[in-house]
């Protein structure tokens, strides 16, 4: 791994290979627009992997914006499994460091960074997953405290919610959460392919929710959770926008059909609604970082607008 620049108090870090650095620009356009003013650092696998014309606008940023880090990872993991390790690698390197939080470059920022950056006082991070519900009598848990007991690792916290693992937000003093959530990620893996396994997110998730390890990081994140002494500090999965109402901060595409990647008129057609990330993202294309041309972002947002309208008709 190799990190040019200087540290400081406070870090937003995302990881990205192929046309996912459109949402790692969009990500820090947002965060800037929210009073971010740490370092932004991004890991990927090389240049020949991302959008070169993107990259070059990304590097030649104006001095008086926050810096991005680039940080060249040669590891043969799955990204999404290599998150923990990531966190816990940008607090060796910067040993500044107060607090790391890390995003999936498909989420966007719609608070405040002040806010975000306190959170992690009380504990560390972390939002509610679609798929949230998971009480202290769910088969899975009882499952899962089976497997911690047989790892060494008693539980210390009876948890109702299951967390999404695109954002988590730690203090160093609490860098032994992330260390240990990296170490399930390993021993819950036990050697198996799925550790380096190519593909979006969701093709990782093997068997459904009847096998004690679904989804291996995001599982994993959550064992962590069950076992740490100390507090969480946590929100619902309204937080990432995965349902109507509540507080949204850190909309999140999940799955496929990321914003940049997807035409608004055919999923209307197709009775999908646009969703809180897609406004956020495209509200967030254009400035510092311009995502495409003036004269294409304003045809994507007449598309949208246009979907907003088809919809009414083809909505589910």
């Not at 104006?62 to 940008?90: C, G, M």
């Not at 004690?212 to 969480?232: C, F, H, R, V, Y």
């Given at each position: ?10 870090i ?14 969009a990500l ?5 627009a ?18 070169s ?5 990304m ?7 926050p ?29 500044e ?5 890390y ?7 719609t608070?405040l ?5 306190s ?6 991070a ?39 693992g ?31 396994a190519?593909?979006?997110?969701h ?22 959770a ?11 999965p ?15 595409a ?18 999908e ?29 007449l598309?949208?607008?246009a ?7 083809y909505?589910?």
């Amino acid at each position: 791994m190799t990190i040019y620049g200087l540290s400081l108090m406070h870090i937003a870090i995302t990881l990205v290979e192929r046309d996912f650095l459109c949402g790692a620009a969009a990500l820090y356009n947002s965060l800037v627009a929210q009073g971010f003013t740490g370092r932004y650092i991004i890991g990927y696998r090389g240049d020949s992997d991302v959008p070169s014309d993107l990259l070059q606008r990304m590097r030649s940023l104006p001095a008086d914006l926050p810096s991005i880090e680039w940080v060249e990872l040669d590891t043969p993991w799955h990204f999404t499994n290599y998150k923990a390790r990531f966190i816990a690698d940008i607090f060796t390197a910067f040993p500044e460091a107060k607090s790391v939080t890390y995003l999936d470059p498909d989420i966007v920022v719609t608070c405040l960074w002040a806010w975000i950056q306190s959170w992690s006082d009380h504990g560390p991070a972390l939002c509610g997953d679609v798929n949230w519900w998971m009480p202290p009598d769910h088969p899975t848990r009882h499952e899962w405290e089976r497997l911690l007991k047989s790892k060494g690792f008693e539980v210390h916290q009876q948890l109702h919610a299951y967390f999404n693992g695109g954002f988590v937000s730690i203090r160093r003093s609490h860098l032994e959460f992330v260390e240990r959530w990296h170490s399930l990620i390993e021993s819950c893996s036990k050697g198996s392919e799925i550790i380096g396994a190519k593909g979006e997110i969701h093709q990782l998730s093997r068997g459904g929710r009847s096998r004690p390890i679904q989804t291996l990081d995001q599982d994993s994140l959550n064992l962590t959770a069950m076992t740490w002494e100390g507090k969480l500090t946590t929100l619902g999965p309204d937080a990432m926008g995965f349902f109507d109402g509540g507080w949204i901060f850190l909309p999140h595409a999940l799955g496929p059909g990321k914003p940049w990647q997807k035409s608004y008129l055919l999923s209307a057609l197709k009775g999908e609604r646009l969703r809180r990330v897609d406004h956020a993202y495209w509200f967030h294309a254009s400035d510092p970082i311009k995502l495409k041309p003036r004269s294409r972002l304003r045809l994507k947002r007449l598309e949208m607008k246009a979907a907003a309208f088809v919809g009414r008709f083809y909505s589910r």
